[in-house]
């Protein structure tokens, strides 16, 4: 934890104020989003660290530091995915972008700021890039490369998660799109309501099970719905040690969970069985 005490010492009859320097942050801040590599590697977005978490091994470290200045970058990281190749990318709505990290761990921008508030990311087999925009209602698509005017691949109101499937198929979760929460746009732009109500109440995340069910977080419910191939929801794991979870990423045959409010990563296994991952102590 930060500090700004002074600390006086007397020195040959002297006294002589000492402006003590900042301790290290060693914990959890507000761990937002959760991806991980196929080797295990697991990345956390922090929003008020602010900055990006690296898990290996079993021990945490900070892998990117940001300003805490507003409009640099990563300043206000809320997404996180890897891509085709391996490499973290992580949406930013201080920037309005999204960045790829490079073999150095230097954040490079792909699109200029083209993007409003960056709330999800996909990667295609191909390493084509889709974002869902909360700000602008949109998602956007690019080439692995980036670029300066991404298309625009779809218009879905409130778009908050994102998930590919094997046939190209995007998913994309909503809050509050008038279309339902969950759609599926097809590889031509195509819209198909799959979830044409409204059953979540403040839905975050969702990721695609082997089986094609899905999987989403629901930080109001304080829980994770399952949902059928048939589209039929059902609490998953729900209440305690849940507080109100946000981020959601699959991590080899498991599922990880960040949940902000109690500084929490946790293990979700296909079975509904729930444990804790990393956590940081509570304040």
Not at 199 to 223: I, K, Q
Not at 241 to 265: E, K, M, N, Q, Y
Request: proline share 7%; aromatic share 8%; charged share 20%.
């Amino acid at each position: 934890m930060r500090t700004s005490l002074l600390l006086f010492s007397v020195l040959f009859g002297h006294t002589v104020a000492v402006q003590a320097q900042d301790d290290p942050v060693t914990e959890f801040q507000y761990p937002l989003a959760v991806t991980a590599t196929a080797d295990g590697i697991v990345y956390v977005a922090d929003r008020t660290l602010p900055g990006i978490w690296k898990v290996e091994n079993g021990q945490k470290s900070i892998f990117f530091q940001a300003s805490k200045k507003f409009r640099t970058p990563l300043n206000a990281v809320r997404c996180l995915a890897i891509d085709h190749e391996g490499h973290l990318l992580a949406g930013d709505s201080a920037t309005r972008d999204v960045y790829r990290f490079d073999d150095s761990g230097t954040p490079q921008p792909l699109t200029g700021g083209w993007i409003g508030i960056p709330m999800a990311i996909a990667v295609a087999a191909d390493g084509t890039i889709y974002t869902a925009d909360l700000e602008l209602h949109r998602i956007w698509k690019m080439p692995a490369a980036g670029s300066k005017e991404p298309a625009e691949f779809a218009v879905i109101n409130s778009p908050r998660g994102l998930t590919l499937d094997d046939s190209g198929t995007l998913w994309v979760l909503s809050t509050s799109s008038k279309d339902g929460q969950i759609q599926k746009v097809l590889p031509d732009g195509k819209i198909e309501p799959f979830i044409a109500d409204h059953p979540f109440n403040l839905p975050h995340n969702l990721v695609r099970m082997s089986d094609g069910s899905l999987l989403v977080t629901d930080n109001y419910e304080h829980c994770v719905w399952k949902v059928s191939t048939e589209g039929s929801p059902e609490k998953f794991v729900s209440g305690e040690p849940l507080d109100r979870p946000v981020g959601l990423c699959i991590s080899g045959d498991d599922f990880l969970i960040a949940d902000p409010h109690i500084r929490t990563i946790f293990t979700l296994r296909t079975n509904g069985e729930l444990s804790v991952f990393m956590a940081s102590p509570a304040r």
